[in-house]
Structures are given as C-alpha cells and as structure tokens.
C-alpha cells in the first residue's frame, strides 16, 4: 500500500495534511481486503466508500478555497478534476459490490489510489505556497 510520503508534499500544509488522511482512508480499505475473517464485506465496504466520498468533497472544498484566496489562475481546471472525481465515486454502481467483494474492492481501490496519486503529484504540486519565503 501507497502511504503518504515527502515526496507528495504539496508545500502546503493544510492540503498535505488532508492528503495523508485520504491516504488514511485508502489504508483502511486495504486492511479490508486483506482480512481473511472478514467474509461479508458489503457493509464496511459501503461505510469506507461513504467515508471516502464524504472527506474527498470536503477536502476539495477547502483546496478550491485556498486555490480562490491566492487567485490561482489554473482553479477552474482543477476543480473540473476533482468534480469529474467525485462523479465518478458517486457512480459506483453498489449493485455489483455483492457478487465479488474482493474483486470490486480491488478495482476500486486500484481507481481511486492511482487517481489521488496523480493528482497529488501531477496537480496538486503545481499549487503555489503563498505563504513560502523566496
Ligand atoms: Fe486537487
């Protein structure tokens, strides 16, 4: 599992500490899907995934926040991202989790760890810190 590290350290610290509970939340899930007592899944499945979507909107709300307090002239395309995200978790279609657990788990832990990944490195890095000295 993919845990937080300096490496995806946006230099702000507030995003960086939401990040780390996201990668938190990940975590959960993959203690998940590893546990071979755990049988019936569906219901921690479904209490992860709502906790997920839950801290991902708040967390995109207070990155866009920041993004308009120091006028980042690249929010509107950010926030395209995170609402493109966020349809994408609300889309998940719960139907499917019964027939296979661990494979739905898998995939959907596979989709949301590689997307918060990139993101992080490839977006959320671009981010000024206005606060940073120069
Ligand atoms: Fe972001």
Redesign the pocket.
């Given at each position: 599992m993919n845990s937080w590290s300096e490496k995806y350290s946006t230099n702000v610290e507030l995003?960086d500490t939401q990040h780390k509970k996201l990668f938190e939340i990940l975590d959960q899930c993959y203690e998940l899907l590893l546990n071979p007592i755990c049988l019936d899944k569906y219901d921690k499945i479904l209490h992860i995934l709502d906790e997920l979507k839950e801290y991902t909107s708040y967390?995109?709300k207070c990155?866009?926040e920041y993004?308009l307090s120091i006028g980042y002239t690249k929010f509107l395309s950010?926030k395209v991202?995170?609402d493109e995200f966020i349809k994408r978790l609300n889309d998940v279609n719960l139907s499917e989790i019964d027939n296979d657990q661990d494979k739905y788990l898998n995939s959907l832990l596979d989709f949301v760890q590689k997307w918060i990944v990139e993101?992080?490195l490839y977006?959320?890095k671009e981010?000024p810190n206005n606060t940073k000295k120069s």
């Open positions: 995003i967390h995109f990155e866009e993004q950010h991202m995170h993101h992080i977006v959320d981010i």
